[in-house]
Each structure stands twice: as structure tokens, then as C-alpha cells.
């Protein structure tokens, strides 16, 4: 079992900066692929990023890549999202997610925060 409890969400204007933060309480972190998921209003939920138990291999969405870094530190049991140049289509509520292994898929992951909504002016 893993709780997660995500924050550092707020508004923000567009090209700004953002850090988001997942902290993980219960089962050994490091044994989970953790991601960062998003839902804006009427859409469906959309992978973000994945990291590995290790961190020694990374993934991103095109839509955020170049723009979003993914990073874990296994000794705090937390996983951040930097967010730099963040544009008006990168509001959503945001999600970490913990599971076995690593995917773009919500169905890979076992365990999600409650959220974290992100408000991105023009």
C-alpha cells in the first residue's frame, strides 16, 4: 500500500515556472514506477511522465517535453514535476501515481493522489 499527496499547484502565468510534489508514505518507495498523470475539464486523463524505482530512466509526453522535468528522491520518498514555459493547455488537475512498472497507461498504476490543480493565464 502507498498514500500519495500531491502539491505545489496553483496559478501561474504562461512561460512561468511551477514545482509540483508527490509525497509517498507506506510501502518501500523505490520499488514503484511512479508517473505524473493530468485531467482537464471534459477530457480524458493524460500521461505526463514516468520515472523508474531507480530514476535511471525517464519518459515524457511530447507535449511536454523539453519543458517538464521528472525527478525522485527515494531517500525522501518524493517525486517532483518541474514545470518551466508552461503554456495555457498545460492546465489540469495533476496526479502522481505509483505501480510495479512504468507506462503511459493509468492502468499500469495502483495507487493516485488526490490531485493538484494547475491554472495557466495567457
Known amino acids: 500500500q502507498v498514500q500519495l499527496v500531491e502539491s505545489g499547484g496553483g496559478l501561474v502565468q504562461a512561460g512561468g515556472s511551477l514545482r509540483l510534489s508527490c509525497a509517498a508514505s507506506?510501502?518501500?518507495?523505490?520499488?514503484?514506477?511512479m508517473a505524473w498523470f493530468r485531467q482537464a475539464p471534459g477530457k480524458e486523463r493524460e500521461f505526463v511522465g514516468a520515472i523508474i524505482g531507480s530514476g535511471g530512466k525517464i519518459f515524457y509526453a511530447d507535449s511536454v517535453k523539453g519543458r517538464f522535468t521528472i525527478s525522485r528522491d527515494n531517500a525522501k520518498n518524493s517525486l517532483n514535476l518541474q514545470m518551466n514555459n508552461v503554456k495555457p493547455e498545460d492546465t489540469a488537475v495533476y496526479y502522481c501515481?505509483?505501480?510495479?512498472?512504468?507506462?503511459?497507461?493509468?492502468?499500469?498504476?495502483?495507487?493516485w493522489g488526490q490531485g493538484t490543480q494547475v491554472t495557466v493565464s495567457s
Open positions: 507506506g510501502d518501500i518507495f523505490r520499488s514503484y514506477g
Open positions: 501515481a505509483a505501480g510495479l512498472g512504468v507506462s503511459s497507461s493509468t492502468r499500469t498504476y495502483d495507487y
